[in-house]
C-alpha cells in the first residue's frame, strides 16, 4: 500500500518556468513532509521541509504549499534553471518512519 | 558530504557469492536506515535500527542480512542474490525515527549488479 502518491513521474520545463511537483497522503497522523532532491550518483538529501500548522513555506526559490483538509502538498520551484534538473521525491514522517513518493524526474531545458 | 558514508560504491557479485555493504555515520544519530533504490519505483525501506536494536523490518527476503554493530555502523550482509536484486542500496541515518527530527541523511548509495 502507497501511502504517498507522487505526480508526475517525469517533468519537463524551459529555463526560467515553474516546476510544479504534487504529492498526497493517507495517514493523517504524518506531522512532517519533506522534499529531498536526488543528482544522479547522489543519494537524496533534504530540500526543504514543512510541518502542518502553516500552509506555505518558501526558500528561496523552492515552495511548499500545504492543504491539509486535501491531505496534500506540493513542491514549486520558480525560475527554473537546467541545474534544477534532478529527482524529486517527496515524503511524509513525524512519529513515523518517513515513507516516499515515487519520485519526480524533473528536467528543466536552457 | 552528509556525513554518511558507504562503501564500496559499486558492486558486482555473482548469484552465489556472499558480499557486504558498509555504512558508517558520525553524525550522533541514533536510528539508521537500509533503503533500496530501483528505477522507476519508491524508495523500499529494508530496514531500520534505532539504538542498535531493529525496530522494523518490512519482509525482505532472508538472502538480505542487516547488521548494527553499534550506532555508527551498518551492515547489509548479501549471499546467494538474484539479478532482481541489482539496484541501489542507500543507507540513510536520523537523529530518531519517532522523533520530531526526522530528518534522513543519506549516503550516496552503492549500486549493486546481480550477474
Known amino acids: 500500500q502507497q501511502q504517498v502518491k507522487q505526480s508526475p513521474q517525469s517533468l519537463i520545463v524551459q529555463k526560467g518556468g515553474i516546476s510544479i511537483i504534487n504529492c498526497a497522503y493517507e495517514n493523517t497522523a504524518f506531522d512532517y513532509f519533506p522534499w529531498y532532491q536526488q543528482f544522479p550518483g547522489k543519494g537524496p538529501a533534504l530540500l526543504i521541509a514543512i510541518r502542518p500548522d502553516v500552509s506555505e513555506k518558501k526558500e528561496g526559490r523552492f515552495t511548499i504549499s500545504f492543504n491539509k483538509s486535501a491531505k496534500q502538498f506540493s513542491l514549486h520551484i520558480m525560475d527554473s534553471q537546467p541545474g534544477d534538473s534532478a529527482t524529486y521525491f517527496c515524503a511524509a514522517g513525524g512519529s513515523y518512519i518517513p515513507t516516499f513518493g515515487r519520485g519526480t524526474s524533473l528536467i528543466v531545458h536552457p | 558530504e552528509t556525513g554518511v558514508t558507504q562503501t564500496p560504491r559499486h558492486l558486482v557479485m555473482g548469484m552465489t557469492n556472499k558480499k557486504s555493504l558498509k555504512c558508517e555515520q558520525h553524525l550522533g544519530h541514533n536510528a539508521m536506515y537500509w533503503y533500496k533504490q530501483s528505477a522507476k519505483k519508491p524508495l523500499e525501506l529494508m530496514f531500520v535500527?534505532?539504538?542498535?536494536?531493529?525496530?522494523e523490518n518490512n519482509s525482505v527476503p532472508s538472502r538480505f542480512s542487516p547488521e548494527c554493530p553499534n550506532s555508527s555502523h551498518l551492515f547489509l550482509h548479501l549471499h546467494t542474490l538474484q539479478p532482481e536484486d541489482s539496484a541501489l542500496y542507500l543507507c540513510a541515518s536520523s537523529q530518531d525515527p519517532h522523533g520530531l527530527n526526522t530528518e534522513a541523511f543519506f549516503g550516496q548509495g552503492t549500486r549493486l549488479t546481480v550477474v
Open positions: 535500527y534505532s539504538l542498535e536494536e531493529r525496530v
